[in-house]
């Protein structure tokens, strides 16, 4: 594995902005990945980031500092639907795999 | 409508019985992958092959097995020989250095 560490739980209100943090580390690095899972469902793609710094997509963004093996994801006016597994993964330089962290189960409360 | 597909969406198996579970993209993508996920719990990597005719095993490849004879398909089967098999299997595939896109998933009961 890489190591990927994320917080298994976190709640946060609907409205509100919450940061889900990701650490990692491996020996060589092509891109760290955002993914949500719903209950019973496949995971979806949210972002993806290979350079330093924030990638924005709507209420959704991710930040990466590769230096520090750390990279976060940001949810902005959440919403009830927000309520999901969220999933940190790494892809290594060597290899054609993708490692998933444990995933952080988000509970948006009223 | 580019996608992957899985089937059965529900599966049940007595133990002692093998089963397949089948995984189809139209996306034209080379690499396919299978996960299993537990109740809580990540992603982790059964099996992947990076082209046709080709695979490698994964974390747990132990008690499976696979074929990759089309680059659209990729059927895992499930042997008597894994000694826990009820979980949720995702299937995945991608082109190199992009993203994963999975297929809804099979749920394997075993009674």
């Known amino acids: 594995g890489q190591n990927i560490d994320q917080p298994t739980e976190m709640t946060a209100t609907e409205g509100a902005i919450v940061q889900i943090n990701c650490t990692y580390q491996?020996?060589?690095?092509?891109?760290l990945f955002w993914y949500q899972q719903h209950a019973g469902e496949a995971p979806t793609f949210l972002s993806y980031?290979?350079?330093?710094g924030l990638e924005e997509k709507g209420r959704f963004s991710s930040f990466l500092s590769r230096s520090k093996g750390y990279s976060y994801l940001l949810l902005k006016e959440l919403q009830m639907k927000d309520s999901a597994s969220y999933l940190c993964?790494?892809?290594?330089?060597?290899?054609?795999?993708?490692?998933f962290g444990t995933g952080t189960s988000l509970t948006v409360i009223p | 409508d580019g996608g992957i597909t899985q089937s059965p969406k529900y599966l049940f198996r007595k133990e002692g019985q093998n089963v397949t579970l089948s995984c189809e993209q139209n996306?034209?993508?080379?690499?396919m992958y299978w996960y299993r996920q537990d109740p809580g719990q990540g992603l982790r990597l059964i099996y992947y092959?990076?082209?046709?005719?080709?695979?490698q095993k994964g974390d747990i490849a132990e008690g499976y097995s696979v074929s990759r004879e089309k680059k659209e398909s990729f059927p895992l089967t499930v042997t008597s020989a894994q000694k826990n098999p009820t979980a949720f299997y995702l299937c995945?595939?991608?082109?190199?250095?992009?993203?994963?896109?999975f297929g809804p998933g099979t749920r394997l009961t075993v009674l």
């Open positions: 993964a790494v892809r290594p330089i060597t290899g054609n795999q993708f490692y």
């Open positions: 491996t020996s060589g690095f092509n891109g």
């Open positions: 980031n290979v350079l330093d």
């Open positions: 996306l034209n993508h080379d690499a």
């Open positions: 092959s990076q082209i046709v005719n080709d695979f």
């Open positions: 995945a595939s991608d082109q190199r250095n992009n993203e994963q896109f």
